[in-house]
T-cell receptor
Framework: KQEVTQIPAALSVPEGENLVLNCSFT??????LQWFRQDPGKGLTSLLL?????REQTSGRLNASLDKSSGRSTLYIAASQPGDSATYLC???????????FGKGTKLSVIP | DTGVSQNPRHKITKRGQNVTFRCDPI?????LYWYRQTLGQGPEFLTY????????KSRLLSDRFSAERPKGSFSTLEIQRTEQGDSAMYLC???????????????FGEGSRLTVL
């Protein structure tokens, strides 16, 4: 059974810092990995999708990497802003299934 | 608005009542998913539709839960005889065609929050 772990569970940084969020998964047989952002009481917003054949994806200040063989992904946020405060979730799409398995998320607070 | 739409956004009901949630996916997406999320947890998969066919169901989807997607457009999720443990956020997502079981990028709605008293 696929398990996804996100470390740390919570993170507080001053505005302007660069930061890294970590995601690990137990079964490397995946089709893709997706990073989402969730604001309190809201749905999920897709940030980046990395296919299993890719090593990284970039969107603006966000960069996500994938090391499938070691079961790890990182989300790098450059020059953090208070508006980046949210919970960040990673999810993997295991081979042979249509479901995504999610981690519990990292709650990020960016202090002005 | 061309995103995923869910209704109602909030539902408060008494234990034992039936509730129904509706999801309208992004119009060109033929894949539709339901997830459930409780406080402090990541979403958990419930079920998946490709067009009108329900192709995958989680063991979380007990016999009190039923989902439909008539005509491959909108979908409904019904919970019969609600229990307090059903209180959660019910999230719907859609995606376009990708590989055989490669979901591609999922786009989520704002969710329907259920509170069972």
């Amino acid at each position: 059974k696929q398990e996804v772990t996100q470390i740390p569970a919570a993170l507080s940084v001053p505005e302007g810092e660069n930061l890294v969020l970590n995601c690990s998964f137990t079964d490397s047989a995946i089709y893709n990995l997706q990073w989402f952002r969730q604001d309190p009481g809201k749905g999920l917003t897709s940030l980046l999708l990395i296919q299993s054949s890719q090593r990284e994806q970039t969107s603006g200040r966000l960069n996500a990497s994938l090391d499938k063989s070691s079961g790890r992904s990182t989300l790098y946020i450059a020059a953090s802003q208070p508006g980046d405060s949210a919970t960040y979730l990673c999810a993997v799409n295991g081979a042979g299934s249509y479901q995504l398995t999610f981690g519990k998320g990292t709650k990020l607070s960016v202090i002005p | 608005d061309t995103g995923v739409s869910q209704n109602p956004r909030h539902k408060i009901t008494k234990r034992g009542q039936n509730v129904t949630f509706r999801c309208d996916p992004i119009s060109e997406h033929n894949r539709l998913y339901w997830y459930r999320q409780t406080l402090g947890q990541g979403p958990e998969f419930l079920t998946y539709f490709q067009n009108e066919a329900q192709l995958e169901k989680s063991r979380l989807l007990s016999d009190r839960f039923s989902a439909e997607r008539p005509k491959g457009s909108f979908s409904t999720l019904e919970i019969q005889r609600t229990e307090q443990g059903d209180s959660a956020m019910y999230l719907c997502a859609s995606s376009g065609l990708a590989g055989l079981t490669n979901t591609g990028e999922l786009f989520f709605g704002e969710g329907s929050r259920l509170t069972v008293l």
